[in-house]
């Protein structure tokens, strides 16, 4: 919920500087990083919701990467 409130436009490239910040995590974060959050976050609380973003390619690539780990 804060990732949507704090938005402004955060579709850039993956290149943007990092100009976000989240009260509940430490760091600044690119308006992607976000986007990429929300993502993982709505796929653990339910696989079947469309988020309207398709990063679904990137996220069982990241399923598998923390499955070698």
């Known amino acids: 919920m804060e990732i ?3 938005r402004s436009s955060p579709t850039d490239s ?7 910040t989240l009260t ?3 760091g600044r974060f690119s308006g992607m990083q976000l986007v990429s959050l929300m993502y993982t976050g709505f796929k653990q609380i ?3 919701l ?3 973003i398709d ?3 990137e996220y069982e690539h ?3 990467l ?4």
């Open 4 to 6: 949507y409130q704090n």
């Open 14 to 20: 993956a290149e943007e500087p990092q100009k976000y």
């Open 24 to 26: 509940s995590l430490p």
């Open 46 to 48: 339910d696989p079947s």
């Open 50 to 52: 469309d988020s309207g």
């Open 55 to 57: 990063l679904s390619r």
């Open 62 to 64: 990241a399923l598998n």
């Open 66 to 69: 923390s499955k070698t780990q």
